[in-house]
């Protein structure tokens, strides 16, 4: 799959000006970097990951003022009968975010991939409850979470990680560039609702999910790894 092959088409039909186009292109290898990084890191895949050309918007609902903007997101799919987990990149994101911002929420989408294939194995996601209030789900996010420490084995990473994602992340700076230069400019949006932001599988689908044996076990030793991070840090 072409990473940015979502991108291209929405500049072959004139929805993306050129010079957004251009620049997002020549700073992608920052996520590609970022992605090698990760894999490094954690010695484990990247799942396939693409840039969608929208600026990705989330609501707790459609009459609320309360919105936060979306720079990423973890999506299962199912592909010709195979599941498969696909990273959304947005180009806002890949366009306007400094590196070690780019490779923080990259990092962060990766630990909520890790959460999921885990859930998958232990047959536990029937249903991924996400909270509606903002503030909640952001605490619901940091707590179910892998501990960075447990997976990344890189200290700069770690750092980009722990000073952007201290309580949920925020990054003013680059919140402010996403709505002047693409929501101002009136470029493509995705408005979400964050209840309807969940994933749904039934049981019988999850049953025919098959996932290598090791990388079961990979992440049941990360698992275990994290537990015993989180203890240190609470004694």
Do not use: C
């Not at 459609?62 to 799919?77: H, N, Q």
């Not at 885990?118 to 979470?145: A, C, P, W, Y």
């Not at 044996?213 to 994290?226: A, D, G, H, T, V």
């Amino acid at each position: 799959m072409d990473p940015l092959v979502r991108l291209k088409d929405a500049y072959q039909r004139g929805v993306i000006p050129q010079n957004v186009y251009d620049l997002t292109v020549k700073r992608f290898p920052i996520t590609v970097d970022g992605i090698n990084r990760i894999e490094k890191a954690s010695g484990i895949r990247y799942p396939v990951a693409y840039v969608e050309p929208s600026l990705v918007l989330s609501s707790s609902n459609a009459d609320s003022y309360e919105f936060g903007v979306l720079f990423a997101r973890t999506i299962p799919v199912t592909f010709e009968g195979r599941f498969q987990v696909v990273i959304q990149i947005s180009a806002p994101l890949v366009a306007y975010g400094l590196k070690g911002t780019i490779h923080a929420i990259l990092a962060h989408e990766f630990l909520h991939f890790l959460e999921l294939i885990q859930k998958i194995s232990k047959m536990k996601l029937l249903s991924d409850e996400i909270s509606g209030n903002l503030f909640e789900n952001v605490h619901s996010d940091q707590t179910r979470l892998l501990e960075p420490r447990a997976v990344f084995k890189d200290r700069t990473l770690l750092d980009h990680i722990t000073k952007r994602f201290p309580a949920g992340f925020r990054d003013h700076k680059l919140e402010d560039k996403a709505m002047r230069f693409w929501s101002d400019k009136n470029l493509p949006k995705v408005n979400i609702a964050l209840d309807s932001n969940t994933v749904k599988l039934r049981a019988e689908s999850l049953s025919k999910i098959r996932i290598d044996p090791n990388f079961i076990k990979k992440i049941n030793e990360l698992e275990e790894k994290s537990s015993k991070v989180r203890k240190k840090k609470l004694y």
